[in-house]
């Protein structure tokens, strides 16, 4: 079986586009496929584009099809199924910031925050209901984590550190 050679034929507006699509391109995969689209437009046949992007070559005849449909927004990436969003970026940022502040200043007990009050803080600020992870894994994205306050005994007293040693040795 021979190299299968199927062109893409560019219009100069197109060559024109396809080239700022692969320079600025809103995501890394969708500049792959702005190439796949180049190369072939280059005379590259459809298996050597595949290894020069490494990828199956089924994927670049996927592309070929999406170009031809949709021009440049078949090589945008579609949207990803899944559940929403449980808060928006407005609300995440919010429950950021109010782990500055201390529980108490927003009606809550404790001295420190912890991902179970933060997820109590969410729930009657904004009634939704977040699991202690899911708050953990928020604060974690926006490069936040909690780890438990470590505690140290000290005193004002100036012989406090030879009393110290005398009881711990």
Not at 79 to 91: K, M, N, V
Request: hydrophobic share 40%; proline share 8%.
């Amino acid at each position: 079986m021979g190299k299968c050679r199927v062109f893409m034929r560019l219009t100069p507006a197109e060559a024109a586009a396809v080239r700022a699509f692969i320079r600025k391109p809103p995501s890394g995969p969708a500049r792959l496929r702005a190439q796949a689209i180049w190369f072939s437009s280059q005379g590259h046949p459809v298996k050597e584009i595949a290894k020069l992007l490494s990828v199956a070559e089924r994927s670049v005849w996927n592309w070929f099809d999406a170009w031809r449909r949709q021009g440049l927004n078949g090589l945008r990436d579609k949207p990803i199924p899944g559940r929403p969003a449980s808060l928006s970026p407005q609300q995440q940022a919010q429950l950021v910031a109010i782990t500055r502040q201390p529980p108490a200043s927003v009606g809550m007990s404790g001295y420190t925050w912890n991902c179970r009050l933060l997820s109590e803080w969410v729930g009657k600020t904004f009634h939704v209901t977040l699991t202690d992870e899911w708050v953990r894994q928020i604060l974690l994205k926006h490069g936040l984590r909690f780890r438990r306050p470590k505690l140290v005994l000290t005193s004002p007293d100036p012989a406090y550190a030879q009393k110290k040693r005398r009881l711990t040795g």
